[in-house]
């Protein structure tokens, strides 16, 4: 009785059936606007607004996406906005995937992207801001020394389940994973030439500080996380170790020199039409005036 | 302005606004629907169900769009949580109106609508720093299915409890009064006379626990560990539908953005009949 | 004594000690005592993490070093203005429904069955279906972004069967002495609607307000992918603005270190919430024994 009543509207604009069709846009979307909410078509204009009023750069950047990228772009935009105070630069996080995905739709003005672009993301322009890498890490007590890459494998496909396989104590390992979308993942599949469906995970993790939430209460977990992100957490006391992966500590040194494995690129990518204000901060998060803050995240500058 | 024609306006002003309020839910399907098009359209229904596992991103060729685990974790959580809710539910619904002493029934009730009104990412948060750690203890690595419908069980007991009070509450004073007048013990009330009559009311109590129970996010996202699998032991982690959502649909694109919204409509869907059922659960017992 | 032939129960012929009464009343208060202390262990658990970190600077600051340190002043604000945009648009809509419900269709017409049945439905959607909708709908296809707006909005769509039940509920125990008299004094519609039901009927809507208050606080899931969690003092409706609910989620989940900032944030909301809770038991409570002569 109630499901049928529900949809046995079709005879009017809102029914399912109007809406399927092409003209959605304009039927539904005029209509039923007006009706629920009135006229709420102000907002872009609002959003957007001219980027220089009397020679001063003004307005609001929306970022989203990696989390590796978050906090140094949280730093960038912050020194950004003391230097130009009518402007407004919100930062979230999200996933690579999601950058891409919100600057496309338009929801955000810059997307974080923790990795090189692929071909078909040739529509966005790409800005690199710092290298970083991937490091594996434990819990501090955990006593594993050091991992190879056959016993990552081995690790993240299951076929090791126990810590004392590859010189920890007679524990479960706990394989923490990152969810699907995530550049991070990509890279890491990638590397260890390993497909998605392999990996066994018990737990899976969105954002890097999240994998170090887990690992730092968990005290058999191993995860992979930003280099960058685990060396900032590690070094302000979070219970976590960063492992030397095929005997390369995940050191600012190994980045910058290229010996550590396991690196890729950190990037802000934009839409070729972005307004002056945008393209100004693009320009300031790329130059050498933020060096110090792309250090101070444990990242390493962009070689030009 | 004439009074015939100031009616009117309030009239035709009242219709208006209860039909967009009425029209609301049907916006809300409407938009599922449109954006679920382009999934159901290129993957197809059947490849949610028989494709090998859920890696949507690769695209509609490359990658799989398998949501059984998923809703197979819904389903064993959601019912988990209410095989354990029920007894709990009516059992404190019974305290309160048969078992406890007068004050201390009215001060239970009260207790029962805090935890209702307590926010689900409280739950979560209590989950993932009290609950979790213990089942680590005992079975690693502690975010698991049982933790979920731990949580699930708490959040939804006071739906149950509730709901179950008020239709105990509407059982006719004549009905008790027979029963003591035949010297039946208060079990063989309670048994035999009060949860007969006051069945469709706990029917329907149930029922949309039930509808709560599966639409619930944060808390299951929170306690969960959020594996995509078919759980063989309730120490396993799972993904339920909904947090499936949360986690995915930020920057999910394409085909897998709109597999999302199947599975809303999916979600939306399950609803549905559940209201419905209970709709005609209360419907039934009043023409009774 | 009871005459066991009349009986329908076997438990009837037992005069003496009546072992499963006894039993099942032990099981009934040990489940009483399961479901105190679960909701003790909570909130204890609650109040000794959030406690100690609770100030009024707290309030009165902003979250620092991702939410670690500082405050939650810029969250209170969000979360207000997420609440105020839910409330202006919701309660017209809640009030004309209402009255719609209660005072034109006391023999039910097509329209309210209608309206009746898609409330019911919608107090049953799943919030992160909302938070879908709301995200479809109003952040993209209405180009709202991530914005107070668009979850003001969103919680709006959520909370209004909740208002809409209370509010007619509240016209319909006005008694129908009122509207004869009205009739017979020649009022006109409007006026008895405007002056002698609304304000008898007020303390529904009150009720209902609180309860759609308390409903759109406790949300985090619709919010998620409409208000976004940007943890900065908004400036306009257009902004992302993160709710308590969705900070405490974010702390919890997302930042180490960050649970005992997210147990206070946690305390907050539930003391506010608890607040609101009692508030409503006030109302309900005046009303229900203020009987009809009292005025």
Redesign the interface.
């Known amino acids: 009785m109630l499901p049928a009543d529900l949809f046995r509207a079709p005879g009017r604009p809102g029914g399912v059936k109007g809406v399927v069709t092409s003209s959605r846009r304009t039927t539904l979307g005029g209509l039923l606007t007006l009706v629920l909410f009135g006229a709420s078509g102000g907002c872009d204009s609002a959003r957007g607004g001219a980027p220089i009023e009397d020679g001063r750069l003004q307005g609001r950047i929306a970022i989203t996406g990696s989390s590796t990228v978050a906090p140094l772009v949280g730093e960038i935009a912050r020194r950004f906005e003391e230097e130009y105070p009518a402007v407004r630069i919100d930062v979230q996080t999200g996933g690579t995937s999601r950058g891409i995905a919100d600057v496309r739709r338009e929801i955000a003005e810059i997307g974080m992207v923790s990795r090189v672009l692929r071909p078909e993301e040739a529509d966005l322009l790409n800005h690199a801001i710092a290298v970083d890498g991937i490091a594996f890490i434990v819990h501090s007590k955990n006593p594993v020394p050091a991992l190879t890459h056959e016993e990552i494998v081995g690790i993240f496909t299951g076929e090791t389940r126990r810590w004392s396989e590859v010189g920890g104590g007679d524990r479960e390992i706990t394989v923490v994973n990152k969810a699907d979308g995530r550049a991070t993942l990509e890279l890491f599949l990638s590397h260890f030439e390993l497909r998605g469906e392999e990996v066994r995970p018990s737990v899976i993790i969105g954002d890097n500080q999240q994998g170090i939430r887990t690992v730092a209460t968990s005290p058999d977990a191993v995860a992979y996380v930003s280099i960058g992100t685990a060396s900032f957490e590690s070094s302000r006391g979070t219970a976590i170790r960063l492992l030397p992966v095929d005997g390369v500590d995940p050191t600012l040194e190994a980045l910058r020199d290229g010996t550590y494995p396991l690196t890729r690129p950190l990037n802000l990518v934009s839409r070729a039409d972005s307004n002056l204000l945008v393209e100004a901060f693009l320009a300031y998060a790329a130059s050498a005036e933020v060096h110090d803050l792309v250090e101070a995240q444990y990242f390493v500058p962009p070689v030009e | 302005m004439s009074?015939q024609w100031?009616?009117h306006l309030?009239?035709w002003?009242?219709?208006?606004?209860?039909?967009?309020?009425?029209?609301?839910?049907?916006?809300?399907?409407?938009?599922?629907?449109?954006?679920s098009?382009p999934a159901l359209r290129e993957v197809g229904l059947g490849r949610f169900f028989s494709d090998?596992?859920?890696?949507?991103?690769g695209g509609v060729e490359a990658g799989s769009f398998n949501f059984a685990p998923m809703a197979a974790g819904t389903l064993a959580v959601t019912s988990g949580a209410v095989l354990l809710a029920t007894?709990?539910g009516i059992?404190?619904a019974?305290?309160?109106h048969?078992?406890?002493p007068r004050g201390l029934g009215v001060a239970?009730r009260?207790?029962?609508?805090?935890?209702a009104?307590?926010?689900?990412?409280?739950?979560?948060?209590?989950g993932?720093?009290?609950l979790i750690?213990l089942i680590?203890q005992w079975q690693?690595?502690?975010?698991s299915l049982l933790a979920g419908i731990l949580v699930l069980t708490?959040m939804i007991?006071p739906t149950v409890?509730l709901l179950t009070e008020s239709s105990l509450r509407a059982v006719p004073r004549s009905y008790l009064q027979g029963a003591a007048a035949?010297?039946?013990?208060?079990?063989?009330t309670?048994?035999?006379v009060v949860l007969p009559a006051a069945r469709s009311g706990i029917v329907t109590a149930v029922l949309?626990a039930t509808?709560r129970a599966?639409?619930?996010?944060?808390a299951v996202l929170?306690v969960m560990?959020?594996?995509?699998q078919v759980p063989t032991s309730v120490f396993d982690?799972v993904?339920a539908l909904?947090a499936n959502?949360?986690?995915?649909?930020?920057?999910?694109?394409d085909a897998?953005?709109s597999a999302?919204?199947v599975s809303?409509l999916m979600?939306?869907?399950m609803?549905?009949?559940?209201?419905?059922m209970s709709?005609?659960a209360s419907e039934r017992s009043r023409y009774a | 004594m009871p005459d066991p032939s009349v009986s329908p129960l076997p438990s009837l012929s037992e005069h003496r000690v009546d072992w499963p009464d006894r039993a099942v009343a032990s099981l009934v208060w040990l489940v009483a005592l399961l479901v105190t202390g679960s909701l003790l262990w909570i909130v204890g658990d609650l109040a000794r993490h959030g406690a100690p970190e609770l100030s009024w600077s707290f309030l009165t600051d902003s979250p620092r070093d991702a939410g670690r340190a500082g405050g939650i002043l810029p969250v209170v604000v969000s979360t207000l203005m997420i609440l105020g945009i839910c409330l202006a648009v919701s309660l017209p809509m809640d009030v004309g429904t209402a009255i719609f419900l209660a005072e034109f269709t006391r023999t039910g017409g097509l329209l309210a069955h209608f309206v009746r049945r898609s409330l019911d439905v919608l107090a049953g959607v799943p919030s992160i279906v909302f938070g879908l909708f709301g995200n479809a709908f109003f952040s993209i296809y209405l180009g709202m972004g991530f914005s107070i707006l668009s979850g003001g909005l969103t919680l709006a769509c959520m909370v209004l069967p909740i208002l809409i039940r209370s509010t007619e509920e509240g016209f319909r125990s006005v008694p129908d002495e009122y509207r004869k008299a009205a009739a017979a004094l020649g009022l006109s519609q409007p006026a008895t609607l405007w002056q002698i039901l609304l304000p008898v009927a007020t303390p529904g809507l009150v009720v209902g307000l609180i309860l759609g208050v308390g409903r759109a606080l406790a949300e985090t899931a619709a919010l998620l992918f409409t208000s976004g969690y940007v943890a900065r003092m908004p400036s306009s409706v257009l902004d992302s603005g993160r709710t308590l609910s969705i900070h405490i989620y974010d702390l919890a989940m997302n930042v180490p270190g960050g649970e005992s900032n997210a147990y206070t944030t946690a305390l907050v909301l539930i003391t506010l919430l608890l607040m609101i809770n009692v508030l409503t038991f006030w109302i309900a409570d005046r009303w229900l024994h203020r009987g009809i002569t009292h005025r």
């Open positions: 009074r100031s009616e309030l009239l002003t009242l219709r208006g606004l209860a039909m967009v309020a009425g029209c609301i839910i049907l916006l809300i399907g409407a938009f599922l629907a449109v954006e098009v090998t596992s859920w890696h949507p991103s007894p709990l059992g404190s019974l305290f309160c048969f078992y406890a239970f009260r207790l029962v609508e805090l935890l009104g307590i926010p689900s990412v409280v739950y979560g948060i209590w993932l720093v009290v750690p680590r690693p690595p502690g975010q708490i007991l409890a035949l010297g039946l013990s208060r079990w063989a309670v048994w035999g949309l509808g599966i639409g619930e996010t944060m929170m560990g959020n594996i995509v982690p993904r909904t959502i949360a986690l995915e649909m930020g920057y999910a694109m897998h953005r999302l919204f809303g979600l939306l869907a609803v549905v009949v559940l209201v419905a709709v005609w």
